[in-house]
Each structure stands twice: as C-alpha cells, then as structure tokens.
C-alpha cells in the first residue's frame, strides 16, 4: 500500500477543472469530515470532474483516483458513507479507499442509472490522527466505468 502511495503521488501534477478546487478539509460542527469531488486531487487518463451534478465521472481506468486533504481530529474508525451513482449494468466492480497504510476494498452496488444518486455505506476504515490522504482507486480494470461520486463522508465510529 506505501509503494502504491509512493507511485501514486511521485511528482504528477493532478488535473484541473472549472469547479473543482483541492483544499485540506476539517471536520463539520457534527464531528464528521465530508470530501466533496470538488475538494478532489484527479489523477489519470479518465476520471474527470462533471459539473452538472459535482460528481468525479469516467472512472474507467486502474489509472484513475482521487485523493482528499484532511485534517482527522482523532485516530480510529471511521464509517465511509458515499454518495454516489452506478447504473446496474456496471455494478459490481471493486473500489478501494486508502489512508496509504489502511485499506476498506468494497463492491459497488447500482443505483439504477448513472442519473440516479444513493447513500451507500461502503465499510470501516482505520484512520490516525493528523493531516491525512484519503485515496480511492479501482481495484480492477471498470468493465465500463466504476462509479460516479458526488462525495464521501467520514463519521466517527461508535
């Protein structure tokens, strides 16, 4: 995962896009961090921002991912809830979200349509204390496009 980390970050410029502006995120006054796409580092040869609906889209590539600055006010686990979109014709497909030594791997569940967008509850992911780099990446090649997602929102496990 460190090396994954290493390769992922060494000295590639991430893309830019109207609308999207990348920026270390705090926790909101109820204690949980949220990570919108528009706060997203996008890395790769597909995965862009969509504006009409905010969303992180075209991620068709184990070469696309977004990373999220946060500042984690402590260490522990913390519930990963996604709003997203994944029409049920490509769902199915594994996603990873990673601190760089900590990993939650899930499979995406459909929506219906890549129009229609849920609250999924992905997993746990161990998360210390401090400035922090969330990652999230497919875990194999999309048969399609993996998932659309307008944001993710950590909250402290009780």
Known sequence: ADVVAFVQGAGVAWKQFAGNEPKMLKPDEDGSITLPASAAEIYGPNLIFEPHYGNLGWWASTD????????????GDWLVEVDFACDDSTAGGMIRF????????????????????????????????????ITVTAVAAPQSALIDIRSIRLVPAE
Do not use: E, K, N
């Not at 791997?105 to 922090?132: C, E, K, M, N």
């Open 64 to 75: 696309d991912f977004a990373r999220w600055t946060v500042q984690m006010p402590s260490s």
């Open 98 to 133: 990673s601190t760089g030594t900590r990993m939650l791997t899930a499979r995406v569940p459909g929506t219906g349509s890549w129009d229609t967008y849920h609250t999924w509850r992905a997993g746990t992911l161990d998360i210390a204390r401090g400035t922090q780099q």
